[in-house]
């Protein structure tokens, strides 16, 4: 059974980078197949994809966000993290790492979310 | 981007009825679409992906439906716990990436 963990600090200054990093256990990312996303729910709203990385360190990032965000992974340690500069409160949100098959639509494996306030 | 609308916001039933819950694309998605549902205070749960496949230990009363632009989540009779938030997904190539619906909350009526 596959399992995601998300770690990181829960309260990040404006204009500060926001730091999270998602640790797989019960699978490889090394293995292929999948691609290693990030997804954020802003308090009691929808949820928004951030991006995504490959195993390869190939990533795919939200257009709307793109200019800010960093994903990278760390096969040694079976971890990929996420990396958010210029944060403002409109960044206040729940984060969750994610599995995404690559060869379908699903989302099969959920962290179980974080929530990163940004405040001074 | 495609841009997904779900219908309605806001769905009031009681046990035992029948649910439906719609989700419109703006541009064909084909079958990449998949439906979540989402409990307070938990992370989503996968329901079905490519429009009609049921996840694992997902049980048989919901189902998927539709494609190209038009897509249905069927619940045939709902179940205390299924009272919840629900989301679909798609998943596009070209540019690879994800989008959400807004949701349909369905509460007990």
């Known amino acids: 059974q596959v399992q995601l963990q998300e770690s990181g600090p829960g309260l990040v200054k404006p204009s500060q980078t926001l730091s999270l990093t998602c640790t797989v256990s019960g699978g490889s990312i090394s293995s292929g197949g999948y691609y290693w996303s990030w997804i954020r729910q802003h308090p009691g709203k929808g949820l928004e994809w951030i991006g995504y990385i490959y195993y390869s360190g190939s990533t795919y990032y939200n257009p709307s966000l793109k200019s800010r965000v960093t994903i990278s992974v760390d096969t040694s340690k079976n971890q990929f993290s996420l990396k958010l500069s210029s944060v403002t409160a409109a960044d206040t949100a729940v984060y969750y790492c994610?599995?995404?098959?690559?060869?379908?639509?699903?989302?099969?494996?959920w962290g179980q979310g974080t929530l990163v306030t940004v405040s001074s | 981007e495609i841009v997904l609308t779900q219908s309605p916001a806001t769905l009031s039933l009681s046990p035992g009825e029948r649910a439906t819950l719609s989700c419109r694309a703006s541009q064909s998605v084909s079958s990449y679409l998949a439906w979540y549902q989402q409990k307070p205070g938990q992370a989503p749960r996968l329901l079905i992906y490519?429009?009609?496949n049921r996840a694992t230990g997902i049980p048989a009363r919901f189902s998927g439906s539709g494609s190209g632009t038009d897509f249905t989540l069927t619940i045939s009779s709902l179940e205390p716990e299924d009272f919840a938030v629900y989301y679909c997904q798609q998943r596009s190539n070209w540019p690879s990436m994800y989008t959400f619906g807004q949701g349909t909350k369905l509460e007990i009526k």
């Open positions: 490519d429009a009609s």
């Open positions: 994610a599995r995404a098959e690559g060869s379908s639509s699903r989302i099969d494996y």
